[in-house]
C-alpha cells in the first residue's frame, strides 16, 4: 500500500456514505464501521497528547522573549535531577507536561537560568499556586555549572529560537511562530551566533478557508470523464508531497499524490496556475500555507 491509492474515494452505497475503493463486499459494512471508530478513537487520542505547549521565558537587552522549547530538558540526567526537588503536588496540564516554567537571561553573551516556577494546587483554597524553586535547591541540581550567584547553561549546545508578538502559526508540541523571532546559537551556554528575523502571512487562498465542499470543484475543475473510476462518486482525497511557494503566493513547484496518477498530474497543473495561495514567510522561507501533511478531499456532488 503506498500514497492514497487503497481508499481515496468515496462512493453512496445505499445507506453507506463512505466505502473504500477496494472490493470489500459482504462485510464492508461492518468493517467500515468499526474502522471508523477506530479512526475516532485515534483522533481523540493524538489530540490529548498533541497539545502546543507552554513556553519558558528568557530576558535579552531587558526585553522578555518566550523561549520556544525547554533547554532545561536538553541533559536528561540534570533534568532527572530536577524532577527529584519539584513539588510532589505539582499541577501538570496538556499544555504543560513538565509542571513547570523556567526563566532564562543573556547578558553579554552568556546563556543563564535565573529561576523555575512551578504550580501546584492548594486544597484549602481551591486555586493554584505558584512558587519558585529555592535558589539553594536549584544551585545544587545544577552545581557543576555554577558561576559565582549564577548558573550558567553550560550543558546546552545547539540552537534556541524565541519568538514575541503575534503568534502566526501554532501546532502541536513547541511547533508555532511569531511574528518577531531571534534563532540563537550556543555552544556550552555561550552565545556565538544570532539571526533576527520578521515573520508574517501573505493572504491568499487555503484549503482550509474554503466557503463550502463545491468551492475546489469551482477552483479547480477536473476532466472528470477520464477517470471512469470516479462514476457515481462523491468525491476523493488527495494530498500533496512537494509543495514550493513564492513571495505572489504562486507554487512554483508541486506534487500531488491521489488513487490516479493521471489525476494527480491534472490536479498540480491546476494547482499551479492558480495564484495567489495564501503563504507563510517563516524564518527566512516562504511555506505554502495548509498543504503539506494535510489529506484534502475533493467533493463531486454539490
Not at 512558587?131 to 558561576?147: G, N, Q, R, S, W
Not at 471512469?228 to 513571495?247: C, I, Q
Amino acid at each position: 500500500m503506498s500514497g492514497l491509492n487503497s481508499a481515496t474515494i468515496f462512493k453512496v452505497n445505499g445507506e453507506q456514505d463512505i466505502s473504500f475503493s477496494l472490493p470489500i463486499y459482504k462485510y464492508e459494512f461492518k468493517i467500515m464501521k468499526r474502522f471508523f471508530l477506530f479512526i475516532q478513537f485515534l483522533l481523540l487520542t493524538i489530540a490529548a497528547s498533541a497539545t502546543a505547549q507552554a513556553p519558558d521565558f528568557i530576558y535579552i537587552d531587558g526585553m522578555r522573549w518566550e523561549l520556544i522549547g525547554r533547554p532545561v530538558c536538553a541533559n536528561s540526567k540534570l533534568y532527572r535531577q530536577l524532577e527529584a526537588v519539584l513539588p510532589t503536588k505539582l499541577s501538570t496540564t496538556s499544555a504543560n507536561w513538565d509542571g513547570f516554567t523556567a526563566y532564562w537571561s543573556i547578558k553579554q553573551d552568556v546563556l543563564y537560568l535565573d529561576s523555575i516556577r512551578c504550580e501546584y494546587y492548594d486544597i484549602r483554597t481551591g486555586q493554584d499556586v505558584g512558587e519558585c524553586i529555592p535558589a539553594d535547591t536549584l544551585f545544587h541540581v545544577f552545581k557543576k555549572y555554577v558561576a559565582g550567584e549564577n548558573i550558567v547553561a553550560g550543558w546546552l549546545t545547539g540552537k534556541i529560537r524565541v519568538g514575541k508578538g503575534e503568534i502566526i502559526y501554532c501546532d502541536y508540541g513547541f511547533q508555532r511562530n511569531y511574528e518577531e523571532e531571534q534563532v540563537i546559537s550556543i555552544k556550552k551556554g555561550r552565545v556565538i551566533g544570532k539571526k533576527e528575523y520578521h515573520n508574517y502571512v501573505i493572504d491568499g487562498f487555503s484549503f482550509g478557508n474554503a466557503r463550502d465542499k463545491s468551492e475546489l470543484r469551482k477552483l479547480f475543475p477536473i476532466h472528470i470523464e477520464n477517470y471512469p473510476e470516479l462514476a457515481n462518486a462523491r468525491g476523493f482525497y488527495f494530498s500533496f508531497r512537494k509543495a514550493h511557494v513564492d513571495s505572489e503566493g504562486r507554487l512554483v513547484k508541486c506534487k500531488v499524490e491521489t488513487f490516479n496518477p493521471r489525476l494527480a498530474a491534472e490536479l498540480a497543473q491546476l494547482f499551479k496556475a492558480y495564484h495567489p495561495w495564501k503563504v507563510w514567510y517563516v524564518n527566512g522561507e516562504y511555506r505554502a500555507y495548509g498543504m503539506l501533511g494535510w489529506i484534502i478531499p475533493y467533493f463531486l456532488d454539490k
